[in-house]
């Protein structure tokens, strides 16, 4: 029996095999970006805000299709399309994730999938 497994969020929109939405080993889970896109892969209205609590929602699915939640997560990495908007996606970043906040990276991207300002990724255990 393999101990990779591949997790699909049924929420969430379909990759076309592409990639998985989270692939879990023994121990963690390692979800794929998401990016600001509603359950029909439409990229939802607003600026960086609504764009970051999309993200968010997102990856909450993710995390409890595989088994998990934001109070395990352990990294998260955020790719910003330009890095004026930091303060901005912190001040949702800060109010939507339990604390004690995990460990994160911030960078600026040159260029994000469908041109979208922001992509989150997270590593969690379960």
């Not at 939405?21 to 990016?35: D, Y």
């Not at 892969?41 to 609504?50: A, F, T, Y």
């Not at 699915?61 to 930091?86: H, P, Q, R, T």
Request: proline letters at 6%; hydrophobic letters at 40%; one cysteine or more.
């Amino acid at each position: 029996m393999s101990t990779v497994q591949h997790i699909t969020a049924e929420s969430r929109p379909k990759h076309a095999n592409i990639l998985s939405h989270a692939t879990k080993v023994p121990g963690l889970i390692f979800l794929s970006g998401q990016v600001p896109v509603d359950k029909s892969g439409k990229i939802v209205d607003g600026g960086i805000q609504e764009h970051t609590a999309q993200c968010i929602s997102n990856l909450g699915e993710v995390l409890e299709a595989a088994g998990s939640s934001w109070e395990k997560v352990v990294k998260v990495n955020v790719y910003l399309k330009d890095m004026d908007n930091f303060a901005a996606m912190n001040e949702v970043y800060e109010k939507l994730l339990p604390t004690p906040k995990p460990a994160r990276t911030c960078i600026q991207a040159a260029k994000l999938p469908n041109d979208v300002d922001i992509e989150i990724e997270a590593i969690a255990t379960y």
